[in-house]
Nanobody, 127 residues
Framework: QVRLVESGGGLVQPGDSLRLSCAAS????????IGWFRQAPGKEREGVSCISSSSDGSTYYADSVKGRFTISRDNNKRTVYLQMNSLKPEDTAVYYC???????????????????WGQGTQVTVSS
């Protein structure tokens, strides 16, 4: 059974940094695309950043986070990270990680139809 658990969210001020972690179990992480998505109140869920399986290694970033967020994976620890720098109030949302066996296409395109989802972690950016 695949299980994804997010951690690292919290309340920070504009300009601060956070690192989100997504710990995976029940899956060989090397072969899966992993994505970070977010959903703010009243808005649709959007793809923030995705990474392809290890054989490909492609990454995707939404325009709104390019240059500020970095996705990375540690297959040995079965964990994917999202380093978020220069946070803005508009980054406030529940952040979800997701995994899919279509390791290349889902990583490159950051599709919303990932198969497995975590429960989410709240990120609030406010002064």
């Amino acid at each position: 059974q695949v299980r994804l658990v997010e951690s690292g969210g919290g309340l920070v001020q504009p300009g601060d940094s956070l690192r989100l972690s997504c710990a995976a179990s029940g899956v060989t992480l090397d072969y899966y695309a992993i994505g970070w998505f977010r959903q703010a109140p009243g808005k649709e869920r959007e793809g923030v950043s995705c990474i392809s399986s290890s054989s490909d290694g492609s990454t995707y970033y939404a325009d709104s986070v390019k240059g500020r967020f970095t996705i990375s994976r540690d297959n040995n620890k079965r964990t994917v990270y999202l380093q978020m720098n220069s946070l803005k109030p508009e980054d406030t949302a529940v952040y979800y990680c997701a995994a899919d066996g279509h390791g290349i296409s889902y990583g490159r395109r950051c599709l919303k139809t990932y198969t497995y989802w975590g429960q989410g972690t709240q990120v609030t950016v406010s002064s």
